[in-house]
């Protein structure tokens, strides 16, 4: 079966994969997966993936997208009083199919139970893929690349407008819609994730969700944004201060600055994910913050804005180049507020390009 070219590596990487592991068919049910093997970008949908076919599993509101974006896949639409079950059973039955991988992490165990059920598939021939699929993504293509490159150029220039309007009285809520509609007017289809704007004491909270806070004289402002560009993410973060820093507002953040400057330097394709993170971790503990950096170093980045592998203590991966990650490290102190600078970056053969491109200095406003 012909497939649109910029789907086709993926398709015969994803049946090489059903080969390896001895499987006759797999129901991709994650929507990146789903778009990364087809180019459908629907959800709430199905990919079936046999030696014999690609079929999209959708209802009628996705038929006609489905139909153009995965020109070249099946596309069987549920009809009134059948389910995804009963398309599944035609499907198995046609192909004469024995083993089907499933994506157990992107599906319900009751979900899974009844389609078992509706398919006629005994449950101990369905078998986890263990997240086989999504490795599939890892390592982006150049082509993917450009448009991560595009998303974060995005962020940037969010940034840079953003400085203009940060001033005390603006709210915290306030600046995460001006940084959304700014990016959704320069070429965003959507955020990549819930924007986070954090100001003075709530900036101690890694993941604070924006209020009607205004800001104040002396604030850390922490804003942590990204958008989708054709489907790919970007990810940033920036800390400012509103007036003038004092001296523990600056050791802090120089502290976090030096940390993250330690790992760009260093962070390279040979290191696990865990020694990736001990870049950063090793410079904050031996300043003394150690317990005030809880989270991971950064994640990797794709059609999905947090994807394997991380840079963290427990991530046993190598990376390799064309791996996305984010080196993300922070500082944050109850009752006093937080720090945290973030760029994305691809893994190249002997150490990273940084795609990220605002400046880190400490910025006073």
Known sequence: MRQKMGNYTALLRAREL??????????????????????FAGTESYLYLSAERAAILTDSRYTLQAQKEGKDCQVRTIGKGSGYGELLEKLLSEDGVRTLGFEEDALLYGTVAELQEKSGLPAGQWKPLEGALSALRAVKSAEEIRKLEEAERIGDA?????????RPGVTELQIAAKLEYFMKSHGAEGTSFDTIAASGLHSAMPHAVPTDKPLEKGDFVTMDFGCR??????????????GKADARQREIYQVVLEAQETALASLRPGMTGAEGDWLARAVIEEAGYGEYFGHGLGHSVGLEIHEKPALSTREKTVLAPGMIETVEPGIYIPDFGGVRIEDMVVLTEDGVRNLTASPKELIEL
């Open 18 to 39: 059903l080969k390896n592991r001895g499987l006759d068919a797999a129901l991709a049910a994650r929507p990146a997966n789903i778009r990364y093997i087809s180019g």
């Open 158 to 166: 969010a940034f840079s407008y953003i400085l203009e309007e940060l």
């Open 229 to 242: 560009y054709q489907g790919y993410c970007s990810d940033m973060t920036r800390t400012v201060v509103i």
